[in-house]
């Protein structure tokens, strides 16, 4: 069965400093990965994604993500955090029926 | 740019009522999703539409939500009775099928309290 797990529930980060969000996925067949970020009473907003190709994914707003597949991993990264980037991000994967499985999310505090 | 629209952006119901919500997709998009999200949780989907047929149901509580999408465009969800455990956000989404490629495009939602 596809799924996706975000083992951290928060992560804080100080302004200015590099930040990670960790999704490791499992998924029979090619992974297509997602981020996808959102903010209070609001709906998601893709950020990035990999389909194939290069490991390192450059997305909107900074972000990048590394897909490292013996470790069935996808992280989620920023060199120098913003205070604006504080908000619920989500990982999510899609399979070959066109279905989509999300994380249960990571809430990223970004401090001044 | 295109977008994913909703509406009622919040209803406000008491239990035992019905409600309905719409989505309209992006042009073009054939793939139509509903989620229901609770705070603080990722999206739980609630059923999937490609075109006007509904690809999976599975997880949608069919005693009282109902779901259409009739001519392959915009879409309704009702529920009928609505209960105190119903309160939630109710995101729609759409995606291209053309290629796995394609990421889902989330409308604004709506947020629905049940008293």
């Known amino acids: 069965a596809q799924s996706v797990a975000q083992p951290e529930d928060q992560v804080n980060v100080a302004e200015g400093n590099p930040l990670t969000v960790k999704c490791t996925y499992s998924?029979?067949?090619?992974?297509?990965l997602f981020w996808y970020v959102q903010y209070p009473n609001r709906g998601l907003q893709f950020l990035l994604k990999?389909?194939?190709?290069?490991?390192l994914v450059k997305g909107s707003y900074g972000f990048e993500a590394e897909f490292n597949k013996s470790q069935t991993s996808f992280h989620l990264k920023k060199p120098s955090a913003l205070v604006s980037d504080s908000a619920l991000y989500f990982c999510?994967?899609?399979?070959?029926?066109?279905?989509?499985?999300f994380g249960s999310g990571t809430k990223l505090n970004v401090k001044p | 740019e295109a977008e994913v629209a909703q509406s009622p952006r919040y209803k406000i119901t008491e239990k035992s009522q019905a409600v309905a919500f719409w989505c309209d997709p992006i042009?073009?998009?054939?793939?139509l999703y509903w989620y229901r999200q609770i705070l603080g949780q990722g999206p739980e989907l609630l059923v999937q539409?490609?075109?006007?047929?509904?690809?999976?149901d599975s997880q949608l509580p069919k005693d009282r939500f109902s779901a259409e999408r009739l001519k392959g465009v915009d879409s309704t969800l009702k529920i009928q009775p609505a209960e105190l455990g119903d309160s939630a956000m109710y995101l729609c989404?759409?995606?291209?099928?053309?290629?796995?490629?394609?990421?889902?495009?989330f409308g604004p939602g709506t947020r629905l309290t049940v008293l």
């Open positions: 989404a759409s995606s291209a099928t053309v290629a796995f490629s394609s990421e889902q495009f």
């Open positions: 990999y389909i194939t190709g290069d490991n």
């Open positions: 999510a994967v899609r399979d070959r029926f066109n279905k989509f499985y």
């Open positions: 998924v029979s067949g090619n992974p297509y």
């Open positions: 539409f490609q075109d006007e047929s509904v690809v999976d």
């Open positions: 042009s073009g998009h054939a793939t």
